[in-house]
C-alpha cells in the first residue's frame, strides 16, 4: 500500500516553543492531506484539510493561528504547533488521499508531542 | 452530518476464533464510504477494509471481511482465525462520496480495543 512518513516521530519541547512536523507521501502524490489529533484512549479528531497549493480549511474550535499547517508540493504538509502549551500534548497524525478519485486513505505513523 | 458509533469498548476474543466489531453509522449523504482502521500500541494507523454504498458485495479482505447490512446501516467488521498480532484498537470510519468542500473527510467511531488471548 501508499506510504506516508512523518518527522518527528517523538518529540517533547518546552512551553511556548514552536514545533514542526512534517507528512510525507513517499510513493504518490497526495492532492489532499488531513491532520489529525488524538488524545489518549479517545478517537482521532480532525483538525484540518490540507490542500496543495491553497490554505488549509480548518475544523470548528481549532486555531488556525496556532496550529499553521503548509502545503507546499504534492508530497509534503507540515503542521507548526506556535506557542506550545501543554494542553497541546497529543498524537498528532497525519494521513493522504491516494489521487484523484482514491478512496483511501493512508496514515502516517503519528507523531507524539510533550510540552513541559 | 455523520456519525459512527462503535458500542463495544472492549472485547476479548480466544487465539484462532472469530470476531466480530459492531460498528453502526449515521448519514444524511445518499453515498458514502465505510472503512476500517487498526491501530497497535505504536500509534500507526492501518488501513483494513473499505465499503462503498453502493457495492453489491461485502468487501473481503484476507482474514478481515465487512458484513454491510444497508438498511440497518451497520458495517460490521469480522476477523476469522484471530491472531496474538490482531490485538489492536480497532476504529470505524465513513465519509461521504461526493465532491466539493469537505468531501473525502473522514469521521471516526469511538474505537474498539480487541484483545486476543492464547
Known amino acids: 500500500g501508499a506510504v506516508v512518513s512523518q518527522h518527528p516521530s517523538r518529540v517533547i519541547c518546552k512551553s511556548g516553543t514552536s514545533v514542526k512536523i512534517e507528512c510525507r507521501s513517499l510513493?504518490?502524490?497526495?492532492?489532499?492531506m488531513f491532520w489529525y489529533r488524538q488524545f489518549p484512549k479517545q478517537s482521532l479528531m480532525l483538525m484540518a484539510t490540507?490542500?496543495?497549493?491553497?490554505?488549509?480549511?480548518?475544523e470548528q474550535g481549532v486555531e488556525k493561528d496556532k496550529f499553521l499547517i503548509n502545503h507546499a508540493s504534492l508530497t509534503l504538509s507540515t503542521l507548526t504547533v506556535t506557542s506550545a502549551h501543554p494542553e497541546d500534548s497529543s498524537f498528532y497524525i497525519c494521513?493522504?488521499?491516494?489521487?484523484?478519485?482514491?478512496?483511501?486513505?493512508?496514515f502516517g505513523p503519528g507523531t507524539r508531542l510533550l510540552v513541559l | 452530518a455523520q456519525k459512527i458509533t462503535q458500542t463495544q469498548p472492549g472485547m476479548f476474543v480466544q487465539e484462532k476464533e472469530a470476531v466480530t466489531l459492531d460498528c453502526t453509522y449515521d448519514?444524511?449523504?445518499?453515498?458514502?464510504?465505510l472503512f476500517w482502521y487498526k491501530q497497535p500500541s505504536s500509534g500507526e494507523m492501518i488501513f483494513l477494509i473499505y465499503?462503498?454504498?453502493?457495492?453489491?458485495q461485502n468487501a473481503t479482505e484476507g482474514r478481515y471481511s465487512l458484513n454491510f447490512q444497508k438498511a440497518r446501516k451497520s458495517a460490521n467488521l469480522v476477523i476469522s482465525a484471530s491472531q496474538l498480532g490482531d490485538s489492536a484498537m480497532y476504529f470505524c470510519?465513513?465519509?461521504?462520496?461526493?465532491?466539493?468542500?469537505?468531501?473525502?473527510?473522514?469521521?471516526f467511531g469511538k474505537g474498539t480495543k480487541l484483545s486476543v488471548i492464547p
Open positions: 494521513s493522504a488521499r491516494v489521487g484523484a478519485g482514491g478512496e483511501t486513505q493512508y
Open positions: 510513493d504518490f502524490q497526495a492532492t489532499t
Open positions: 490540507s490542500n496543495e497549493g491553497s490554505k488549509a480549511t480548518y
Open positions: 448519514t444524511s449523504d445518499p453515498s458514502y464510504g
Open positions: 465499503q462503498g454504498s453502493y457495492d453489491q
Open positions: 470510519a465513513m465519509r461521504g462520496l461526493y465532491s466539493g468542500a469537505g468531501s473525502y473527510q473522514l469521521t
